[in-house]
């Protein structure tokens, strides 16, 4: 699915500051994770080396945990935007 304007007469994105505001959003989350990520392998390496669960260091379930919040994230904003540039499109019809 694109994230085409939900007005294809137009042309005009009228959900394209509500876009933008929940990815700058979801993108502050995101950098702030990583962040920690950062801070703790750089103020305390050993840290990242502890065996955290099923032989698994705390670099890797971090690093992957990661990777699933992006994915969820990027899964998060494509239904919240789908569902705003419906509400236009209804808003438009009645």
Same mark, same amino acid.
């Given at each position: 699915?694109?994230?085409?304007?939900?007005?294809?007469?137009?042309?005009?994105?009228?959900?394209?500051?509500?876009?933008?505001?929940? &990815?700058?959003?979801? %993108? @502050?989350?995101?950098?702030?994770?990583? /962040? =920690?990520? #950062?801070?703790?392998?750089? *103020?305390?390496?050993?840290?990242?080396?502890?065996?955290?669960? &099923?032989?698994?260091? %705390? @670099?890797?379930?971090?690093?992957?945990? /990661? =990777?699933? #919040?992006?994915?969820?994230? *990027?899964?998060?904003?494509?239904?919240?935007?789908?569902?705003?540039?419906?509400?236009?499109?209804?808003?438009?019809?009645?």
């Amino acid at each position: 699915m694109l994230h085409e304007p939900a007005n294809v007469v137009t042309g005009v994105d009228e959900a394209a500051a509500y876009k933008r505001r929940l &990815g700058l959003w979801m %993108l @502050a989350v995101y950098g702030v994770l990583y /962040l =920690i990520f #950062i801070i703790i392998n750089v *103020a305390s390496p050993k840290t990242m080396g502890v065996i955290v669960v &099923g032989g698994l260091n %705390l @670099a890797i379930i971090y690093g992957f945990a /990661l =990777i699933v #919040i992006a994915f969820i994230l *990027a899964i998060v904003y494509n239904w919240l935007c789908t569902r705003h540039e419906k509400s236009f499109e209804t808003e438009g019809k009645a």
